[in-house]
Protein backbone atom coordinates (compact mmCIF):
# COMPACT_ATOMS: atom_id res chain seq x y z
CA UNK A 1 0.00 0.00 0.00
CA UNK A 2 2.91 2.15 0.86
CA UNK A 3 4.65 1.57 -2.18
CA UNK A 4 1.77 2.10 -4.25
CA UNK A 5 1.18 5.32 -2.89
CA UNK A 6 4.72 6.48 -3.21
CA UNK A 7 4.46 5.74 -6.71
CA UNK A 8 1.37 8.05 -7.30
CA UNK A 9 2.88 10.70 -5.68
CA UNK A 10 6.20 10.54 -7.82
CA UNK A 11 4.10 10.57 -10.92
CA UNK A 12 2.01 13.07 -9.90
CA UNK A 13 5.03 15.50 -9.18
CA UNK A 14 6.46 14.45 -12.57
CA UNK A 15 3.07 15.82 -14.00
CA UNK A 16 3.86 18.78 -11.95
CA UNK A 17 7.01 19.16 -13.09
CA UNK A 18 6.05 18.47 -16.82
CA UNK A 19 3.15 21.17 -16.63
CA UNK A 20 5.51 23.56 -15.04
CA UNK A 21 8.43 22.84 -17.50
CA UNK A 22 6.10 23.07 -20.60
CA UNK A 23 4.50 26.71 -19.28
CA UNK A 24 7.99 27.55 -19.16
CA UNK A 25 8.52 27.36 -22.84
CA UNK A 26 5.44 29.45 -23.60
CA UNK A 27 6.72 33.00 -24.53
CA UNK A 28 4.94 35.70 -22.63
CA UNK A 29 2.71 37.91 -24.65
CA UNK A 30 2.06 41.44 -23.48
CA UNK A 31 -1.58 43.48 -24.69
CA UNK A 32 -0.19 45.64 -27.16
CA UNK A 33 1.74 42.53 -28.61
CA UNK A 34 -1.28 40.31 -29.19
CA UNK A 35 -3.24 43.01 -31.09
CA UNK A 36 -0.61 43.65 -33.12
CA UNK A 37 -0.44 40.14 -33.93
CA UNK A 38 -4.29 40.31 -34.36
CA UNK A 39 -3.95 43.22 -36.42
CA UNK A 40 -1.55 41.64 -39.21
CA UNK A 41 -3.78 38.67 -38.95
CA UNK A 42 -6.54 40.78 -40.06
CA UNK A 43 -4.79 42.54 -42.48
CA UNK A 44 -4.16 38.51 -44.31
CA UNK A 45 -7.27 37.33 -43.57
CA UNK A 46 -8.72 40.56 -46.01
CA UNK A 47 -7.01 39.48 -48.82
CA UNK A 48 -6.19 35.49 -48.20
CA UNK A 49 -9.09 34.98 -50.97
CA UNK A 50 -7.17 36.45 -53.79
CA UNK A 51 -4.69 35.15 -56.27
CA UNK A 52 -1.37 36.41 -56.91
CA UNK A 53 1.65 35.11 -59.16
CA UNK A 54 3.97 36.91 -57.41
CA UNK A 55 5.01 38.42 -53.97
CA UNK A 56 4.66 41.79 -55.22
CA UNK A 57 1.21 41.00 -56.41
CA UNK A 58 0.44 39.54 -52.73
CA UNK A 59 2.54 43.13 -51.46
CA UNK A 60 -0.02 45.11 -53.15
CA UNK A 61 -2.55 43.89 -52.42
CA UNK A 62 -1.49 44.16 -48.76
CA UNK A 63 -0.36 47.72 -49.14
CA UNK A 64 -4.10 48.22 -50.51
CA UNK A 65 -5.85 46.63 -47.84
CA UNK A 66 -3.82 48.24 -45.04
CA UNK A 67 -5.15 51.68 -46.70
CA UNK A 68 -4.42 54.09 -43.56
CA UNK A 69 -4.02 52.46 -40.91
CA UNK A 70 -0.42 53.56 -40.32
CA UNK A 71 -0.03 51.29 -37.13
CA UNK A 72 0.79 48.62 -39.95
CA UNK A 73 4.10 49.15 -41.91
CA UNK A 74 5.01 46.96 -44.64
CA UNK A 75 8.90 46.57 -44.02
CA UNK A 76 10.19 43.48 -46.36
CA UNK A 77 8.96 41.96 -49.54
CA UNK A 78 11.47 39.02 -50.17
CA UNK A 79 10.85 36.62 -53.21
CA UNK A 80 11.78 33.04 -53.54
CA UNK A 81 11.61 30.42 -56.63
CA UNK A 82 8.39 28.63 -56.67
CA UNK A 83 8.44 25.41 -58.73
CA UNK A 84 5.05 24.05 -58.57
CA UNK A 85 1.88 26.39 -57.78
CA UNK A 86 1.69 25.22 -54.36
CA UNK A 87 5.33 26.19 -53.60
CA UNK A 88 5.96 29.62 -51.40
CA UNK A 89 6.41 32.83 -54.00
CA UNK A 90 8.00 34.77 -51.33
CA UNK A 91 7.38 36.38 -48.15
CA UNK A 92 6.08 39.41 -46.66
CA UNK A 93 7.32 41.06 -43.63
CA UNK A 94 5.69 44.25 -41.16
CA UNK A 95 6.15 46.19 -38.57
CA UNK A 96 3.28 46.95 -36.36
CA UNK A 97 3.54 49.68 -33.92
CA UNK A 98 0.58 48.94 -31.45
CA UNK A 99 -0.76 50.54 -28.46
CA UNK A 100 -3.43 48.85 -25.83
CA UNK A 101 -5.18 48.27 -22.37
CA UNK A 102 -3.91 45.59 -20.52
CA UNK A 103 -6.14 44.24 -17.10
CA UNK A 104 -4.79 42.61 -14.57
CA UNK A 105 -6.44 41.20 -11.79
CA UNK A 106 -5.79 44.33 -9.60
CA UNK A 107 -4.92 46.97 -11.96
CA UNK A 108 -5.00 48.22 -15.80
CA UNK A 109 -2.22 50.05 -17.33
CA UNK A 110 -1.43 51.21 -20.98
CA UNK A 111 1.61 49.46 -22.63
CA UNK A 112 3.23 49.44 -25.88
CA UNK A 113 4.81 47.62 -28.08
CA UNK A 114 6.93 47.41 -31.72
CA UNK A 115 6.71 44.22 -33.09
CA UNK A 116 7.34 42.43 -36.80
CA UNK A 117 5.70 39.30 -38.38
CA UNK A 118 6.25 37.75 -41.47
CA UNK A 119 3.77 36.04 -43.46
CA UNK A 120 4.61 33.14 -46.90
CA UNK A 121 2.40 33.15 -49.43
CA UNK A 122 1.47 30.86 -52.17
CA UNK A 123 0.28 32.31 -55.66
CA UNK A 124 -3.17 30.92 -53.92
CA UNK A 125 -3.06 32.54 -50.06
CA UNK A 126 -0.92 32.90 -46.93
CA UNK A 127 1.26 29.60 -45.68
CA UNK A 128 0.06 28.04 -42.82
CA UNK A 129 2.68 27.35 -40.45
CA UNK A 130 3.58 23.97 -38.83
CA UNK A 131 2.76 25.01 -35.53
CA UNK A 132 -0.99 24.37 -34.83
CA UNK A 133 -0.80 25.96 -31.77
CA UNK A 134 0.12 29.36 -33.21
CA UNK A 135 -2.95 31.51 -33.62
CA UNK A 136 -2.63 32.98 -36.40
CA UNK A 137 -1.46 30.16 -37.91
CA UNK A 138 -0.14 31.81 -41.02
CA UNK A 139 1.61 34.91 -38.76
CA UNK A 140 4.92 34.11 -37.16
CA UNK A 141 6.96 36.33 -34.77
CA UNK A 142 10.42 37.62 -36.23
CA UNK A 143 13.02 40.01 -34.76
CA UNK A 144 12.93 43.46 -35.81
CA UNK A 145 15.93 44.83 -37.45
CA UNK A 146 17.16 48.00 -37.13
CA UNK A 147 16.42 50.73 -39.56
CA UNK A 148 13.90 48.65 -41.15
CA UNK A 149 12.09 51.21 -43.11
CA UNK A 150 8.86 50.88 -44.80
CA UNK A 151 8.90 50.15 -48.72
CA UNK A 152 6.44 50.47 -51.57
CA UNK A 153 5.29 47.32 -53.61
CA UNK A 154 6.77 48.08 -57.26
CA UNK A 155 3.76 48.92 -59.90
CA UNK A 156 2.05 45.38 -61.81
CA UNK A 157 3.25 45.85 -65.15
CA UNK A 158 1.57 42.56 -66.61
CA UNK A 159 -0.90 42.89 -69.02
CA UNK A 160 -4.20 43.75 -68.28
CA UNK A 161 -6.94 42.36 -71.20
CA UNK A 162 -9.43 44.08 -71.14
CA UNK A 163 -13.46 43.22 -72.64
CA UNK A 164 -14.53 46.79 -73.96
CA UNK A 165 -18.50 47.73 -73.15
CA UNK A 166 -20.37 46.96 -76.31
CA UNK A 167 -18.26 44.17 -76.97
CA UNK A 168 -21.07 41.77 -77.05
CA UNK A 169 -23.26 44.13 -78.93
CA UNK A 170 -20.53 44.19 -81.52
CA UNK A 171 -19.60 40.71 -81.96
CA UNK A 172 -23.43 39.96 -82.24
CA UNK A 173 -24.07 42.84 -85.25
CA UNK A 174 -21.04 41.42 -87.07
CA UNK A 175 -21.65 37.97 -87.11
CA UNK A 176 -25.13 38.23 -87.69
CA UNK A 177 -24.35 40.17 -91.28
CA UNK A 178 -21.62 38.03 -92.09
CA UNK A 179 -22.07 36.12 -95.89
CA UNK A 180 -21.02 32.90 -96.50
CA UNK A 181 -17.64 34.14 -97.82
CA UNK A 182 -16.40 36.38 -95.24
CA UNK A 183 -12.79 35.59 -94.29
CA UNK A 184 -13.02 35.19 -90.15
CA UNK A 185 -10.21 37.57 -90.26
CA UNK A 186 -12.09 40.64 -92.05
CA UNK A 187 -14.59 39.25 -89.28
CA UNK A 188 -12.30 40.45 -86.71
CA UNK A 189 -11.18 43.41 -88.00
CA UNK A 190 -14.78 44.69 -88.37
CA UNK A 191 -15.58 43.63 -84.99
CA UNK A 192 -12.42 45.41 -83.62
CA UNK A 193 -12.93 48.31 -85.98
CA UNK A 194 -16.50 49.02 -83.35
CA UNK A 195 -14.81 49.11 -80.13
CA UNK A 196 -13.48 51.65 -78.35
CA UNK A 197 -9.53 50.86 -77.09
CA UNK A 198 -8.79 50.66 -73.32
CA UNK A 199 -6.84 53.48 -71.88
CA UNK A 200 -5.54 52.68 -69.06
CA UNK A 201 -1.86 51.52 -68.10
CA UNK A 202 -0.98 47.90 -69.38
CA UNK A 203 -4.57 47.97 -70.54
CA UNK A 204 -4.95 45.62 -73.86
CA UNK A 205 -7.62 44.93 -76.07
CA UNK A 206 -8.76 40.96 -74.74
CA UNK A 207 -8.20 38.39 -77.28
CA UNK A 208 -10.39 37.73 -80.25
CA UNK A 209 -11.29 34.78 -82.01
CA UNK A 210 -14.04 34.29 -84.59
CA UNK A 211 -14.01 30.87 -86.61
CA UNK A 212 -16.11 29.02 -88.93
CA UNK A 213 -16.97 25.55 -89.66
CA UNK A 214 -17.29 23.39 -92.69
CA UNK A 215 -21.03 23.79 -92.61
CA UNK A 216 -20.74 27.45 -92.26
CA UNK A 217 -21.44 27.45 -88.55
CA UNK A 218 -19.59 30.82 -86.82
CA UNK A 219 -18.25 30.79 -83.01
CA UNK A 220 -16.90 33.98 -81.76
CA UNK A 221 -15.40 34.63 -78.28
CA UNK A 222 -13.32 37.66 -76.93
CA UNK A 223 -11.92 37.73 -73.23
CA UNK A 224 -10.04 35.46 -70.96
CA UNK A 225 -11.10 33.00 -68.26
CA UNK A 226 -12.30 35.57 -66.01
CA UNK A 227 -14.42 37.43 -68.62
CA UNK A 228 -15.83 35.93 -71.82
CA UNK A 229 -18.15 36.95 -74.51
CA UNK A 230 -19.13 34.33 -76.63
CA UNK A 231 -21.48 33.99 -79.93
CA UNK A 232 -22.80 31.50 -82.66
CA UNK A 233 -24.34 31.58 -85.56
CA UNK A 234 -25.58 28.09 -86.08
CA UNK A 235 -28.74 27.21 -89.27
CA UNK A 236 -28.94 31.39 -89.43
CA UNK A 237 -29.76 31.94 -85.75
CA UNK A 238 -27.06 34.39 -84.12
CA UNK A 239 -26.97 34.32 -79.95
CA UNK A 240 -25.01 34.88 -77.89
CA UNK A 241 -24.48 31.89 -75.24
CA UNK A 242 -22.58 31.47 -71.99
CA UNK A 243 -20.10 28.63 -70.60
CA UNK A 244 -19.77 27.64 -66.92
CA UNK A 245 -16.60 29.47 -65.69
CA UNK A 246 -15.01 25.67 -65.34
CA UNK A 247 -15.18 25.39 -69.20
CA UNK A 248 -12.66 28.40 -69.54
CA UNK A 249 -10.22 27.84 -67.09
CA UNK A 250 -6.59 26.83 -68.52
CA UNK A 251 -6.48 23.48 -69.53
CA UNK A 252 -10.06 22.85 -70.77
CA UNK A 253 -11.97 24.58 -73.59
CA UNK A 254 -10.88 28.34 -73.05
CA UNK A 255 -12.49 31.43 -74.23
CA UNK A 256 -12.24 30.20 -77.72
CA UNK A 257 -14.69 30.79 -80.61
CA UNK A 258 -14.67 26.79 -80.89
CA UNK A 259 -16.07 27.08 -77.16
CA UNK A 260 -19.26 29.35 -78.46
CA UNK A 261 -20.04 26.13 -80.50
CA UNK A 262 -19.33 23.38 -77.69
CA UNK A 263 -21.45 21.48 -76.01
CA UNK A 264 -21.85 24.26 -72.59
CA UNK A 265 -24.13 21.88 -70.86
CA UNK A 266 -22.93 22.09 -66.85
CA UNK A 267 -20.22 19.12 -66.26
CA UNK A 268 -22.57 17.98 -63.56
Known sequence: MTRRASRMIGSAAAGAISVILLTGCVAHENAADAAARDAVAGLIGEISHRQASDIDGWARLAAQAAGDRSEITLIGIAPQTAQKPIDPLGTLSFRVEMTARSTGMWSAETVSSTSCYAVDFTRYG?????????????????????????VTPPPDTFPV????????????????????????SELESSILARLSPPTGPYEHLAPLEVVRTADG??????????????????????????APRVYLQPGELGCRGTTALSDLRPPH
Open 161 to 184: FVVPEGAADAILAVVADASATDPT
Open 217 to 242: AIGASMGTESRCVLVRRVDGVTERVY
Open 126 to 150: PVAQDRPWSDPPSVRTIDCSDGARS
